[in-house]
């Protein structure tokens, strides 16, 4: 999967939420949301379709525009990817960060304990 630039993981998370969409549903949506320009936006959908994460299916004279790429996938890799450059792959410092700083809610503590004893669990 090549790299998808911040405006472009705009373009594609409003694709994740509603598609297909025309270019025109993208354009207004992001010109509220983002206060993008109708070419910017555009420009965005080709690069997205040349890099192979949108396709396009044209009726008449209007282009439906589609993800290629799941959001689950693209988080996971850009999850791991960022573990891997900022904590040399290991996830502990990550969340220790988040402890420190008061910054795990209650909820997020649940959430993690029930996720390490689910992955305990799997590996019996």
């Given at each position: 999967?090549k790299?998808?630039?911040?405006s ?5 998370q409003?694709?994740?939420q ?5 270019s025109?549903?993208?354009v207004?949506a992001?010109e509220q ?6 070419k ?8 997205l379709?040349k ?7 044209k ?13 689950q996938?693209?988080t996971?890799k850009?999850?791991?990817s ?10 502990t410092?990550l969340?220790?960060g ?5 910054k ?12 390490l004893d ?7």
């Open positions: 999967m790299e998808i630039s911040n472009e993981l705009v373009v594609l409003q694709l994740w509603q598609s297909p969409l025309t025109s549903e993208v207004d992001l949301s983002h206060d993008m320009h109708e910017t936006v555009k420009t965005l959908l080709n690069r379709v890099k192979q994460a949108v396709s396009f299916e009726q008449g004279r209007v282009y439906h525009y589609s993800p290629l790429i799941a959001e996938d693209y996971v850009e999850s791991l960022f573990v891997e450059r900022m904590f040399a792959g290991k996830l410092p969340v220790a988040f402890a420190q700083k008061n795990l809610s209650a909820e997020d503590v649940a959430e993690l304990q029930t996720l689910d992955w305990q669990k799997e590996q019996k």
